[in-house]
């Protein structure tokens, strides 16, 4: 290699070297402006928060339809499947039953993630996300969960003049309200 082409290979090294340091101390001043997130116990919104949880998964029953669409039971079962199949994980700052529980106030109560951020005292992206994963692991369980319509007629309707023509489980090219 002659001198002329080692010295400008030289000096591609040498600016290459001080592109990479003046963009690491950049980085590095910015870091220092901005003023650091601390995770720190945020103790009147964390503890209205978990006794809000602590109603709905102590509560009976009947509240707890009210609040979730679903018994305490089957929500505590459905959890448990979405944990023992790996589809939805707990995080550091909000568990597997909580995520569940904003999905099914949402769906259950048609209500919009701004009204359910003051309930469960989350941000409206937080209750998004979660919702979004939840959505995602009933959608996996899709053919556990959801059963195509049987195209038998039950014998209560078969057999009453009241409600047969009218009331009949219909195939798929029929329609659901068949008058003859």
């Excluded at 009933?138 to 078969?158: A, C, F, Q, T, W």
Aim: contains cysteine; proline residues 4%.
């Amino acid at each position: 290699m002659d001198p002329v082409q080692a010295r400008l290979e030289m000096i591609r090294k040498g600016a290459t070297v001080v592109a990479v340091l003046c963009t690491w101390m950049l980085v590095r001043l910015r870091s220092r402006s901005r003023p650091s997130i601390t995770y720190g116990p945020l103790s009147a919104r964390d503890e209205e928060r978990q006794q809000n949880l602590r109603f709905i998964y102590q509560s009976n029953d009947t509240q707890c339809v009210e609040l979730l669409r679903m018994a305490r039971a089957p929500f505590f079962q459905l959890c448990d499947l979405f944990r023992s199949r790996g589809l939805l994980q707990d995080t550091i700052h909000c568990t597997i039953e909580e995520q569940v529980a904003m999905f099914l106030h949402v769906v259950g109560h048609n209500q919009c993630f701004s009204c359910i951020k003051l309930t469960f005292r989350r941000s409206t992206e937080t209750i998004s996300r979660h919702f979004q994963e939840v959505l995602y692991a009933v959608g996996e369980l899709r053919n556990e969960l959801i059963v195509d319509p049987s195209s038998v007629v039950p014998s209560k309707i078969l057999h009453s003049r009241r409600w047969y023509p009218f009331f009949k489980v219909c195939t798929t090219d029929t329609p659901i309200l068949s008058h003859c």
